[in-house]
C-alpha cells in the first residue's frame, strides 16, 4: 500500500466522517433567522455542540490536506 492509496482513503474517511458530523448538527433556526425572522442567530456552542463543530473544521482540514498532497503527489511522479 503506497502514499498515494493512503491520501485516497484519508479523503474517502475524512469526507464520509465529515458528512455525519455535519448532519448530527441540529440547528434550531432556519434560513430566515439570518434574514430577519424569528429565532436566535448566534448561539453559545456548548457540550456536544461544540464537540461535533470542531471535528467538522479538523475533518475538513484533514480533507482538503489530503487532496492537496495527493494532488502534488500526482505532478510529481508525472
Excluded: H, P, W
Excluded at 26 to 32: E, K, N, T, V
Aim: aromatic share 6%.
Amino acid at each position: 500500500m503506497n502514499i498515494s492509496n493512503i491520501l485516497e482513503l484519508a479523503t474517502v474517511v475524512s469526507a464520509i466522517l465529515m458528512v455525519l458530523c455535519i448532519l448530527l448538527q441540529a440547528r434550531g433556526a432556519s434560513l430566515g433567522a439570518g434574514f430577519g425572522a424569528s429565532g436566535e442567530l448566534f448561539t453559545t456552542r456548548r457540550g456536544i455542540d461544540k464537540s461535533l463543530y470542531e471535528a467538522t473544521i479538523v475533518l475538513a482540514v484533514v480533507f482538503v490536506m489530503s487532496i492537496v498532497v495527493n494532488l502534488m503527489l500526482v505532478n510529481v511522479f508525472s
